[in-house]
């Protein structure tokens, strides 16, 4: 059976790989709004570390990404 993380990384993963042009050289965004997704990013990255208690999938409190 999948897991509670199992699960909220592949979420997690998806996440990241929707908002990876945000950091690209080329990307539009000024860089006060790349370092606003920088620190999105890693909050999705630290999510195991922030929900070590938690069991149920519906636990995991995923942060907001930055308005475009």
């Not at 908002?19 to 999105?40: F, G, I, M, V």
Request: proline letters at 9%.
């Amino acid at each position: 059976s999948i897991s509670v993380w199992d699960s909220a990384r592949h979420q997690r993963n998806n996440l990241l790989a929707e908002c990876d042009w945000t950091q690209l050289p080329d990307s539009p965004l000024s860089d006060a709004a790349k370092l606003e997704w920088q620190n999105y990013r890693q909050a999705l990255r630290d999510l195991p570390e922030t929900h070590e208690a938690v069991n149920l999938i519906d636990e995991v409190v995923f942060p907001t990404p930055p308005n475009l």
